[in-house]
């Protein structure tokens, strides 16, 4: 793919999730939750998680606003990490994180997939909070079951 062409892919992934994101609302209790911002955006999530008998994620949905980067990258981080184990999504978040923060290969790239379009934030230190955000809150979420 040419550099023009992934950029054009970039744009269209992050604005078809900020539009139309994916798994969004709210799971009843029992469930795991937790709540981030990102003040110097003004980026808001509230994300919920629900873990099956063997630590797998079975469901996680999210509600939020922001900039585009935080609510595409959480729409995407749901439906990457759903179905999932705990130790997998943690695994991920540090693949994403190295990603989108250029720091180092990803372990796992396959696993990451369209989420790798966020790396074009590393140029932009502001942005990687808005792209870490929901990966934040599902570390915070996990911790608390
Ligand atoms: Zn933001």
Redesign the pocket.
């Known amino acids: 793919m040419s550099p023009e062409e992934l950029r054009d892919l970039y744009q269209q992934v992050i604005l078809d999730h900020s539009r139309k994101p994916r798994n969004q609302g709210e799971i009843p209790p029992p469930c795991l939750h937790a709540h981030g911002d990102?003040p110097?955006?003004?980026?808001e999530i509230d994300l919920w998680v629900r873990l099956d008998g063997q630590n797998r994620i079975e469901d996680v949905k999210f509600t939020g606003q922001?900039?585009?980067?935080?609510q595409a990258s959480a729409s995407m981080m749901t439906v990457k990490v759903k179905g999932r184990s705990t130790t997998e999504a943690a695994s991920m978040r540090e693949d994403f994180r190295r990603v989108v923060m250029g720091d180092g290969k990803p372990q796992d790239e396959d696993a990451l997939g369209e989420l790798t379009l966020l790396e074009g934030v590393q140029k932009f230190p502001?942005?990687v909070?808005?792209a870490m955000?929901a990966w934040r809150a599902l570390e915070q979420a996990l911790e608390g079951k």
């Open positions: 990102n110097s955006c003004g980026d922001g900039c585009a980067i935080s502001q942005r909070k808005c955000l």
